[in-house]
Structure formats: C-alpha cells, structure tokens
C-alpha cells in the first residue's frame, strides 16, 4: 500500500489503469473525460491532487493526437491544482517510430539520394551558365574519386557507365529517386526536402504541460530519449518475452529466435543470448536490376524504386530501363525447426508476414510472433489471419478486446501492468528502477 499517490486513467486504456491500481492496491482517480460537440476535448479533476504524486496513464493508440492531447490537458490540468510531481505513464509512446528521412507518396522511407554538395541547401536563384563555375561532385565511399573530376557536358560512353548521377550545371538538379517515373522540372532549384523532426516538439509539449517524469516501454528507438530534458524511464519487454519463452517452450534451446528486420536484431539477440538459443536474421536490400529483353521471360512486376539519370544532350532528366526491386534473405538455418519472431512494433503487420511466409519457405515447422505492441491498423488483422503465423503473442500496452475476437485463439495477450505498478511504486519510494530492466515482474 502506498500513500500520497494518485493515478488518473485518460480514455485510451483505461482497462490497463484499472490493472496497475489493483497491483498497487489503489483506487483509480476521480477524473472526468468529454468532449464538447464540437470535438475539444474537456477535462474535469474530481479529487484533490495538492502534494500529491500524481501518474497519469495513457497509451498512444486508438485516436493519437486525441489522446495525446488529452494526455497534455490532464497533466496541465494536475500541475496547475499543485501536485508535487506529476508523472506520464506512455506504454505505447506517439510520435516514437517516424524516422528523420523522407517519405514517398506512398508512405515508405525513400531509398538512398543522389545529394550534391556544389548546391545549395535552400531555394537559390542560380546563374545558367555552366561556364560561370564547375564542381566536384562527392563519390560514395566504395569508389575511389578521379584526380580531377568536372561537370562535363558530354554524355558518358556506354563502356564507363557511372553509378552517380551527373548534371550538367549547378542550376539544374536531379530528382530524388522515388518510386514514380521522375520528370523533367525546372523549379525549386536546388531544394532540399524537409521533414518535421517531431521528437522535440512532442517532449517539449509534456515538459511544458507540466510532466516532469516519462515512463513508456520499448521505445521503437532509444535515442528518443534524448529529445527530453526530464528522466525518461525506458521499461523493456525483453523479461516477460523471456519468461513466456522458458516457460512454454521446454525445448527453447532447439527453437531459432528470428529478427524480421536488420532494425530488431539487437533486441532479438538479446533474448537469444539470455536464453541460449540459435538467432536467425531476415535482411532485406534493394538491388539494380536490368530487365532481361525478352519478352517472354519473367520479370517482377512490383518495382520498389525507379532509378533515374540525366541526358546531359538536352539537359533534361529521362528515366532508365534499370529498376530496383526488394530482395529478401534469411541469414541463418531454420530448416525443420520451430522459429520465433521478435518485433516491438507490429502496426500494417506487412514486415511479420512477409518475415513469416520466407521461414515457411525456408522449411521452418511453426512460426510464432512475439510483439510488444500490436496497434493491428487498416486490415492488419485479416493479413495475420491468413499468414503464415501460427500463434502471435502480444502485450496489452494497447487495448487487445477487439483483436482477440477477430483472431480468438490465434492470438495471446501478456499483461505489462504489473511492471509499471512496480515501476511507479520504486520511483514514488526513490527505489531503483534498473531491477526492472532485467528481471522485469512476470
């Protein structure tokens, strides 16, 4: 029993609230949640908070920016009424998984640029004379630069085929490689794309609505952290994955720990390692590939990205027959033997199938998912239903109700709430949280 504690639910998942406040043998907090027909969201405090440690827990799922503001009013709301520290409980933290690269029209991550240093980083209005100035271009650092290397104006022999992009002036700039055929344009010279870095300002706006403690689980990446100028404890699932593992799995030495993504091999390897089994790693590149001239011979239908490059003859930018595809690769043995998939995120569930269905073709015997958390977003459930998963065990950092009654017994839910109980219960008393790091509270 802990004193001088109040724990206020906000509407994303107030099932998870109820279950820390029965593992802190509390009552969950008077609070009162609307929104006014116009969608503001209203906020009423029913109880006293003053001098009071006050947790407020909210996931970001369902409608995020809702919720997330929501989130900012509650601890507004609790800082104002003068708590004495007022404390953000995010299992599912928002805004942690968007990467500082830009997007494509479709929504995935562009593939690498063909960025030149000789122009300029803003819109500038260049002079057309190629004659005025000439710039060494930069080489990737797999080739080496030639002694002495200048925009020309011819157009490269068909023996010597650069990798690199040239451009005839400065004024005049190659598109970024997309996956649409990139045309011609005269405009925004020189402009780099910019992309809203949203870390900052997602931890400035609970610093500034009065948190001044975070505590989330499995950050989709850690350095997230750094955004803050208040103590952000990161909890892991890696514990309760590891319990589930030793005590459903008894021949767990002879199953393959599988990371669908070079991005989770460090959190897959780390309950490989723990427990002593074979890891296995499913990597995926893009390549060039020349579509063969025969009309008659295969060829994928589904290119990932169309490389482009400019005819210097009439200083307009063409496409190339040369395309690049997604190729997929499992490095390790699975043959014949059980496999299990760690991810921490699982939202289109596009990555896990597709990591599921190559095990299958790899010879695998059974394929379970093991997910810290599963938004299931669009038709994500339906894909999991006719994968190649066998069983997906998730967490309930998000509400799972409606997942279980679509996948029923194909789908297994962990319960997080007793380590955040724990995890609030060490940080109201000053105790260390690092025992939970490891050991967790299964």
Known sequence: ???????????????????????????KGGIKLGKFSNGETSISVNESVREKDVYVVQSGCGHVNDNFLELLIILSACKTASAKRVTAVVP??????????????????????STFESVPNTPTVA??????????????????????????????SKDHQSRIPKIPDTSSNVSDITDAPVTSTNNNHGYKQWVAQSGTLIANLLTTAGADHIITMDLHDAQFQGFFDIPVDNLYSKPILQ???????????????????????KRATAIADALQMPFALIHKERRLHQPPKDKDAPVQSQPMVMASSA?????????????????????????GKECILVDDLVDTSYTITRAAKLLKAQGATKVTALITH????????????????????????????????????????LDVSRIFGEAIRRIHNGESVSMLFDHGWP
């Open 311 to 335: 005819d210097l003859s009439t200083n307009t930018v063409t496409v190339e027959k040369k395309m690049k595809y997604a190729t997929t690769m499992l490095v390790g043995d699975v043959k």
């Open 243 to 265: 319990h589930f593992i030793s005590t459903r799995f008894p021949n767990h030495h002879d199953i393959v720990i599988v990371s669908p993504d070079a991005g989770g091999a």
């Open 374 to 413: 599963a938004i299931f977003s669009g038709d994500a459930v339906k894909r999991v239903q006719t994968s190649a998963i066998d069983k997906i065990v998730v967490t309930n950092s998000v509400p799972q109700d409606e997942h279980i009654k679509e996948l029923g017994d194909k789908l297994e839910v």
């Open 1 to 27: 029993m802990v004193h001088d504690i109040v724990v206020f639910s906000g509407s994303s998942h107030p099932d998870l609230t109820d279950r820390i406040c029965h593992n802190l043998s509390l009552e």
């Open 127 to 156: 002079s057309r004379d190629s004659t005025s100035s000439s710039s060494a271009l930069p080489t990737p650092a797999t080739e080496l630069p030639p002694p002495s290397f200048k925009l020309s104006t011819q157009s490269p």
């Open 92 to 113: 599912l933290f928002p805004y942690s998984r968007q990467p500082d690269i830009p997007y494509t029209k479709k929504g995935a991550p562009l593939a690498a640029k």
